[in-house]
């Protein structure tokens, strides 16, 4: 079974940036899709984005559209998240999850979908 690992959390005013990395170990990430999700205070743990095991697709959730991007590094078995003009609201712990990936199967957006989750970071933008 794969093991995740989330690392680069931090504090940041608006407007800052960071880059989240999940680290996979286990077996390889090449054949997973991937996602960050987050859970800010008092709320569900959501979608952020995704991108399914051959790279080529990319999801995002509205309000993250233009501010973040989702990479891989199938080389490294490492998930990325850059996160440029962060916004208060963008506090929150941030998980990375996978699931084996199927050819022609869109990864959703649903945490249901996802059975291998990190343990999370968390990410706290001041004003």
């Known amino acids: 079974q794969v093991h995740l690992v989330e690392s680069g959390g931090g504090s940041v005013q608006a407007g800052g940036s960071l880059r989240l990395s999940c680290a996979g170990s286990g077996r390889t990430l090449s054949s997973y899709d991937m996602a960050w999700f987050r859970q800010g205070p008092g709320n569900e743990r959501e979608f952020v984005t995704s991108?399914?095991?051959?790279?080529?697709?990319?999801y995002y959730v509205d309000s993250v559209k233009r501010r973040f991007t989702i990479s891989r590094d199938d080389a490294k078995n490492t998930l990325y998240l850059q996160m440029m003009t962060l916004k208060p609201e963008d506090t929150a712990v941030y998980y990375c999850?996978?699931?084996?990936?199927?050819?022609?199967?869109?990864?959703?957006?649903?945490?249901?979908?996802?059975?291998?989750w990190g343990q999370g970071t968390q990410v706290t933008v001041s004003s």
């Open positions: 991108i399914d095991w051959t790279g080529e697709n990319t």
């Open positions: 999850a996978a699931r084996l990936g199927r050819l022609g199967v869109r990864p959703s957006r649903e945490k249901e979908y996802y059975d291998r």
